[in-house]
């Protein structure tokens, strides 16, 4: 795949900081690293017809049921494919003592529930934001894992019934959420450098 080019501002120093300023973020960084836990979680939200268009009018999340807790990790980045005709919620699960994300899924209709998820990708590093698209009626998967240095595409093997790896389509570059879309018959990737301004600028790679 080639890069055609990054969107985005770029974030201007403050040269008004002073040395204080920078220690004290610094020791802030080390406290919140050592004393406090990122949480994340996946919710429904059950929608009328029309709604929303309502929804995006008062902005209001109060009506959300979240999925409860039943490990020692945290669920995120949501996506929804079929297994066998069945629909299943595809998601990064964090475990706190692992240190790391792997990816798991569990059905749509148990989400809510206390249904035990089901691994789908391991690795040896972080992963997460299993991005699923649906194309020659297969279901491939795009999970981040730029902690391990590539972008690999996982097909799903009905006959195993299970993601298999199917094939690399960046090597040695670390994308944040990598999204494929296709248009007028050429894909487009989506996504952040991992060592290039990940918050500020949005990388777009085609084949």
């Known amino acids: 795949m080639s890069c055609i080019g990054a969107l ?5 120093q403050d040269s008004g900081k002073t ?15 050592l004393f406090s836990l990122e949480e994340w979680g996946i919710g429904v939200l059950m929608l009328p017809a029309g709604g929303l268009s309502e929804l995006l ?20 980045d949501p996506f929804v494919w079929e ?21 798991s899924s569990v ?13 789908e990708m391991l690795a040896e590093f972080h992963l997460s934001y299993p991005h699923v698209v649906r194309a020659n009626d297969r279901w491939y998967c795009i999970p981040e894992g730029a ?14 019934d299970r993601w298999t790896y199917h094939h690399r389509l960046l090597s040695g570059i670390a994308v944040f959420d990598p ?12 996504g952040t450098l991992a060592n290039g ?4 600028k949005l990388r777009i790679w085609w084949s």
């Open 19 to 33: 040395c204080a300023d920078i220690k004290f973020s610094w020791w802030r960084q080390l406290y919140m690293k």
């Open 197 to 200: 301004q990940p918050h500020s």
């Open 107 to 119: 059905s749509l209709q148990g989400l809510l529930g206390e249904e035990t998820p089901r691994d």
């Open 83 to 103: 297994r066998e005709g069945e629909p299943r919620v595809m998601m990064e699960e964090f475990d706190y003592f692992a240190g790391r994300g792997r990816i």
């Open 8 to 12: 985005g501002k770029m974030n201007q």
């Open 147 to 160: 902690e391990g240095g590539n972008v690999d595409l996982h097909i799903w093997d009905p006959t195993l």
């Open 179 to 190: 999204t494929i879309i296709t248009h007028e018959n050429c894909w487009y990737l989506f």
């Open 57 to 76: 009018g008062t902005r209001s999340l109060t009506s959300i049921r979240w999925r409860p807790r039943t490990r020692a990790a945290f669920l995120a």
